[in-house]
């Protein structure tokens, strides 16, 4: 069992900065891999970045790409999610989720584990 935590949502201005931050415990994510999604209000999940076990790959969804980064700390068995030039349309509420496979899952159905989501707000 793994069990996520995520960290690091708030409210920030377009144009703005925020780091997400998913602590893992129970077990070390570096045999995982690890992806964010996102689900706005009265909008599906869907899948914003994952990130390979070996973290050399990682895939974007086209609409954060360029703006946003995955990023794995194994030794801290913590993902990070760095989101820059953020806009109004980026607000949601942002989960990590985890899943014990080779490749980067890019649906919920993939991921076995997941944190209880932390809120991103961005006004305009």
């Known amino acids: 069992q793994v069990q996520l935590v995520e960290s690091g949502g708030g409210l920030v201005q377009a144009g703005g900065s925020l780091r997400l931050s998913c602590a893992a415990s129970g077990r070390t994510i570096s045999g995982y891999a690890m992806g964010w999604f996102r689900q706005g209000p009265g909008k599906e999940r869907e899948f914003v970045a994952g990130?390979?076990?070996?973290?050399?790959?990682?895939h974007y969804t086209d609409r954060v790409k360029g703006r946003f980064t995955i990023s794995r700390d194994n030794a801290k068995n913590t993902l990070y999610l760095q989101m820059n030039s953020l806009k109004p349309e980026d607000t949601a509420v942002y989960y990590c989720a985890a899943d014990l496979t080779i490749g980067i899952p890019r649906t919920p159905e993939e991921y076995d584990y997941w944190g209880q989501g932390t809120q991103v707000t961005v006004s305009s």
């Open positions: 990130i390979s076990r070996i973290a050399g790959r990682s």
